[in-house]
Nanobody
Framework: QVQLVESGGGLVQAGGSVRLSCVVSGGTFSPYTMGWFRQGPGKEREFVAA????????YYADSVKGRFTISKENGKNTVYLQMNSLKPEDTALYYCAANVNLGVTAGAGYWGQGTQVTVSS
């Protein structure tokens, strides 16, 4: 059973930076497209970023392009989300996901429990 554990969330001021980490265990990490989703207060969960199993292609939601960067280290079974120039609207519970599909409605086969990021103005 694949398990994902996120870390790195917290409280940050607008304009600041945070790096989220997600460690994958219980399965083989490298075959999956990995990604991050988020769910803000009173909102539905939405796609944030994804990275292919080779790490050569990345995808981003328009709202985070140029500010967020997704990366991975296969040897550590870890995927990261570097978040810069944070805005209050980035406040959300951030979920790590494995086996991401980027169809009309993005989804994933495996989910972490989430890590809270709160951006104060």
């Amino acid at each position: 059973q694949v398990q994902l554990v996120e870390s790195g969330g917290g409280l940050v001021q607008a304009g600041g930076s945070v790096r989220l980490s997600c460690v994958v265990s219980g399965g083989t990490f490298s075959p999956y497209t990995m990604g991050w989703f988020r769910q803000g207060p009173g909102k539905e969960r939405e796609f944030v970023a994804a990275i292919t199993r080779s790490g050569s292609i990345t995808y981003y939601a328009d709202s985070v392009k140029g500010r967020f960067t997704i990366s991975k280290e296969n040897g550590k079974n870890t995927v990261y989300l570097q978040m810069n120039s944070l805005k209050p609207e980035d406040t959300a519970l951030y979920y790590c996901a494995a086996n991401v599909n980027l169809g009309v409605t993005a989804g994933a086969g495996y989910w972490g429990q989430g890590t809270q990021v709160t951006v104060s103005s």
